[in-house]
Structures are given as C-alpha cells and as structure tokens.
C-alpha cells in the first residue's frame, strides 16, 4: 500500500520555524505532484502547498511567502519550510499525493504531524 509519513512537528513560538518532513513511497513519487494539507479541528483538510515531479511549486495565498515545499525524489522525501509562523498556523499537517485542482488522490490521511504556534 502507498503510505506518507509526516514528521517534524512541533511548539514553535510566533515568528519562529520549523521543517516538516513527509516520506513518501509508491512507485509513481518521481512524477507525481506531492501537497501539504493542514487540518484543525472540526473543519476539512486545507491545501498548504504543493510541487511536482519537476519542482515547481505552488501555495495557499494564505502561506505565501512564508512556506517553501521542496523535494527530493532520489530519497522519496518532501519538505515543508515554515518561516515567520503565526498562531493561525496551528493545526495537524498531512502530505498527499495530489490530484487536479489541489485535491488528495489517495483517499485515506496518515497521522499527520502537529503544528502549535504560540502567541
């Protein structure tokens, strides 16, 4: 089965950052595009960012800016650079293999890794 581990998470103050890791395994990664999602209770998972097979990336107008997502297909790994972190920010991060429009191809979510922001 494809499966995505999320790691990485953790307290960071306002301002501060962290990286976030997500190891992918499937035997299409190279050329796939890869997104981060960001859930916080009661609501749906929310699309954060995400690069293709070739790099090139793109993000919520919400992380613009403040977020870069990048990859390493030799190691089957991507990254999520979180700079200038607000409380907002605050939520469960997943990774997804994505599909048109920003939408998660596989339908089930690992445990994700949990991102607090302090005031």
């Known amino acids: 089965q494809v499966q995505l581990t999320e790691s990485g998470g953790g307290l960071a103050q306002s301002g501060g950052s962290l990286r976030l890791s997500c190891a992918a395994s499937?035997?299409?990664?190279?050329?796939?595009?890869i997104a981060w999602y960001r859930q916080i209770p009661g609501k749906q998972h929310e699309f954060v960012a995400t690069?293709?097979?070739?790099?090139?990336?793109d993000y919520a107008d919400s992380v613009k800016g403040r977020f870069t997502i990048s990859r390493d297909n030799a190691n089957a790994m991507v990254y999520l650079q979180m700079e200038t972190l607000k409380p907002e920010d605050t939520a469960v991060y997943f990774c997804?293999?994505?599909?048109?429009?920003?939408?998660?191809?596989?339908?089930?979510w690992g445990q994700g890794t949990r991102v607090t922001v302090r005031r």
């Open positions: 499937g035997i299409i990664f190279n050329i796939s595009p």
């Open positions: 997804n293999y994505q599909d048109r429009d920003h939408t998660p191809i596989l339908g089930y």
């Open positions: 690069i293709t097979g070739d790099g090139v990336a």
